[in-house]
């Protein structure tokens, strides 16, 4: 079992920044892939950046490619998602989620899920 706690959102004015941290417990959490979804009001939930178990690999989804980077640190049991460049499109709450696959992009790999995060962007 994996519980999951996200922080870190709020309203920020584009261009801003926001960091989103998400604390895990469990001893499942280092051994897995995690990642971060979004979802906007009316829209399917969509992965933003993962990451593999050991850091190694990353992806990100074009619509935040160049301007997020994801980071986790597993002494910590925390994953991190730091935006910069934040645009309006990119208010939704964020999620992220814990797979026991390696690396996943398979949203349908992920089975532990925290309560989310809003992220606002005013224009």
């Known amino acids: 079992q994996v519980q999951l706690v996200e922080s870190g959102g709020g309203l920020v004015q584009a261009g801003g920044s926001l960091r989103l941290s998400c604390a895990a417990s469990?001893?499942?959490?280092?051994?897995?892939?995690v990642a971060w979804f979004r979802q906007a009001p009316g829209q399917e939930r969509e992965i933003v950046a993962s990451?593999?178990?050991?850091?190694?690999?990353?992806f990100y989804a074009d619509s935040v490619k160049g301007r997020s980077t994801i980071s986790r640190d597993n002494a910590k049991n925390t994953l991190y998602l730091q935006m910069n460049t934040l645009k309006p499109e990119d208010t939704a709450v964020y999620y992220c989620?814990?797979?026991?696959?390696?690396?996943?992009?398979?949203?349908?790999?992920?089975?532990?899920w925290g309560q989310g995060t809003q992220v606002t962007v005013s224009s």
């Open positions: 989620a814990s797979s026991r696959a390696r690396y996943s992009l398979n949203v349908r790999a992920y089975e532990y």
């Open positions: 469990g001893r499942t959490f280092s051994s897995g892939a």
């Open positions: 990451i593999s178990w050991s850091g190694s690999t990353t």
